[in-house]
């Protein structure tokens, strides 16, 4: 429930917040926009070495890709603009027993030079740096827990595993409607995995767990000033 207000909040406060800075240089003055932002988009992983166990073990695969939800905040001047952005996304996928939930929570941080800022458009391009959590649960899907009987050794069907995984990568962006108390920009971006997100789980050891290594991923995202 207090996401939901939060993600309403945001929702509300990103039309009606709105700063600009002038600062004075030896060029004349100069502005400094900042900004909140809400906007959806997607992210498609080029494969999950997990996939292998998983199919392995007759259970339906994690989905390659999958919506994302993006709340941010941007700072733009007329060189520069960076972006603080908060995402999550979600998948599931099943068969007639079993299924599977991802879920992803991701930090990222943008640093772009506009290589074009007027009035109606702007075009941008630099890097992002991203750290992801993903949470997978693997179930089956007759499962029955007992309330009268709690005891784990006797409730089983339910596998619960997590990576964290760090990205860098190149990105454009591209500010597609620019109005006064509107403006509508697209991301783009292609983020190398740079750690190896093995497989961990809070509730048990794993063994014969698997690594990440080249889980690499295109992003691109719409969002709304």
Known sequence: MRKI??????????FSFGQEEITNTSDGP???????????????YNDFSINEKIRASSMP???????EFLVGFNVLSEKFSFDTEFASSYSKNKNSSSQNK??????????????????????????NLAYSRNDLNLYSRDNTINLNDLNPENNSGHVSLY???????????????????????????YEFAFTNGKWKSDFANVSNTVKENG?????????FF
């Open 30 to 44: 100069k502005m400094v926009k900042f900004d909140l932002y809400i906007g959806v988009g997607g992210v498609f």
């Open 102 to 127: 991802l879920t992803s929570f991701s930090t990222r941080l943008r640093g772009h030079y506009n290589f074009v800022n007027e009035s109606k458009f702007l075009f941008s391009g630099g890097i």
């Open 61 to 67: 695969e994690i989905r390659e890709a999958m919506p």
């Open 163 to 189: 990576n964290n995984v760090f990205y860098a990568g190149p990105s454009v962006a591209f500010n597609l409607k620019r109005k006064e108390k509107l403006s509508i920009r697209m991301n783009v971006g």
């Open 5 to 14: 207000y939060l993600i309403a909040a945001l929702f509300v406060f990103q």
């Open 215 to 223: 889980q690499n991923r295109l992003m691109v995202g719409v969002v």
